[in-house]
């Protein structure tokens, strides 16, 4: 299973950005899909997720209202667009897989990283 992650960069406050998370190596029709950041000196943190097959969202309340999650099954990616970008969204932004029925992320995508200036 192979999930890359892109679409970081540095972009100002008030801009948005899309990131964009392909997913490879087998079917995810059973799968939620999620977006998870980590800030320097912080604990990585969820930001959002949605499931695979129905695509149910769910949002970190820090996010909700200006982000977005959002899949093409026919490509096999998943989104994070990204509105209203603060400074305090400023982090490397991961994509995870999990089984609905699993409770932790097993698949992990490498980081892209977010900078959003004053």
């Known amino acids: 299973v192979q999930l890359q992650a892109y679409g970081g960069g540095l972009v100002q406050a008030g801009g948005c950005l899309r990131l964009?998370?392909?997913?490879?190596?087998?079917?995810?029709?059973?799968?939620?899909m999620g977006w998870f950041r980590q800030a320097p000196g912080k604990e990585r943190e969820f930001v959002a997720s949605?499931?695979?097959?129905?695509?149910?969202?769910n949002y970190a309340d820090s996010v909700k209202g200006r982000f977005t999650v959002s899949r093409d099954k026919a490509k096999n990616t998943v989104y994070l667009q990204m509105n209203m970008l603060k400074p305090e969204d400023t982090a490397v932004y991961y994509c995870?897989?999990?089984?609905?029925?699993?409770?932790?992320?097993?698949?992990w995508g490498q980081g892209t990283q977010v900078t959003v200036s004053s």
């Open positions: 964009s998370c392909a997913a490879s190596g087998r079917t995810f029709s059973s799968h939620v």
């Open positions: 995870a897989a999990k089984h609905i029925l699993d409770t932790n992320y097993r698949y």
């Open positions: 949605i499931t695979w097959g129905a695509g149910n969202t």
